[in-house]
């Protein structure tokens, strides 16, 4: 396996099921996550407006991680939030809160990730103006709409349709996050998958078929790395599986993917 960075899900404000870990032991959990082996971080993050990037870059520094990217759709469970919802206000304050993530990453050259929060269902048209403005707001920081699979939202479940919509949009900075967890359900091939992202691959997210950690359901992720190596892909791996079987499978992810299992 190439040595890709790779990096474990850390909660500052609110729990997620994509990560073992508190927001109230954040400071521990990224010394637990450093320890492992890990690259880096992706953190939850609901509100970065209450968080002080200061702070957190002391922390990150302290422990020697990157923060790789950032995840946004706590907001969209929380607080109702979507790109395209038909209500112009939640419109206006989704694209407010992505703007105030994307001026948090400007600092680390984060990857601020748009799942969640472009609405369960919507109009494609709402969600191109959406992200066109988005955009334009910070172009030296990066973008990622994730393809979801459907039964989360009806809006981009495939590489092909998030790929329309990042033509649609036409801004340098945004790109894709291809999850593997949901590749397995939307796509005929996921090898293919990650191919046909290509350049506009920005972020990868790993978790097996049945969404436990890599290796514990039936994805074949050789055809995975492969794919990433055909493109040339330089960018993080992050693991967005539920912690199971257990936690020590989690942090023994690093040691068993960079020996090459799959």
């Known amino acids: 396996m190439h040595d890709w960075?790779?990096?474990?899900?850390?909660?500052?404000?609110?729990?997620?099921?994509?990560?073992?870990?508190?927001?109230?032991?954040?400071?521990?959990?990224?010394r637990r996550v450093k320890t492992a082996g890990y690259d880096g971080v992706e953190l939850a993050i609901t509100n970065?407006?209450?968080?002080?990037?200061?702070?957190?870059?002391?922390?990150?520094?302290?422990?020697?991680?990157?923060?790789?990217?950032?995840?946004?759709?706590?907001?969209?469970?929380?607080?109702?939030?979507?790109l395209t919802s038909d209500d112009e206000e939640i419109?206006?304050?989704?694209?407010?809160?992505?703007?105030?993530?994307?001026?948090?990453?400007?600092?680390?050259?984060?990857?601020?990730?748009?799942?969640?929060?472009?609405?369960?269902?919507?109009?494609?048209?709402?969600?191109?103006?959406?992200?066109?403005?988005?955009?334009?707001?910070?172009?030296?920081?990066?973008?990622?709409?994730?393809?979801?699979?459907?039964?989360?939202?009806?809006l981009v479940n495939t590489v092909e349709e998030g790929i329309d919509v990042v033509k649609r949009v036409g801004a340098d900075n945004l790109g894709l996050l291809v999850d593997t967890f949901h590749a397995n359900i939307e796509e005929t091939n996921v090898g293919e998958a990650f191919s046909s992202a290509g350049h506009r691959l920005f972020h990868v997210h790993l978790a097996d078929s049945n969404r436990w950690i890599p290796g514990y359901g039936h994805l074949d992720f050789a055809q995975v790395w492969d794919a990433l190596d055909a493109i040339d892909y330089r960018q993080a791996l992050v693991l967005e599986p539920l912690p199971k079987p257990n936690y020590d499978a989690l942090l023994n992810v690093p040691k068993r993917l960079k020996g090459g299992e799959n």
């Not at 960075?5 to 870990?21: A, E, N, W």
């Open 91 to 154: 419109r206006r304050r989704t694209i407010d809160r992505i703007e105030a993530h994307m001026d948090f990453a400007a600092r680390f050259g984060a990857v601020v990730i748009i799942g969640s929060l472009r609405g369960a269902d919507g109009d494609i048209e709402l969600l191109t103006e959406a992200l066109r403005e988005c955009a334009k707001h910070a172009p030296q920081v990066k973008l990622a709409l994730e393809p979801l699979n459907r039964y989360e939202s009806r």
């Open 48 to 82: 970065p407006t209450n968080i002080d990037p200061d702070t957190a870059k002391e922390a990150l520094e302290s422990e020697g991680l990157r923060l790789l990217s950032i995840t946004t759709g706590q907001a969209a469970g929380l607080e109702g939030l979507s």
């Open 5 to 30: 960075p790779l990096g474990m899900i850390v909660p500052l404000q609110d729990p997620t099921p994509f990560s073992p870990f508190a927001p109230v032991d954040w400071r521990q959990a990224l």
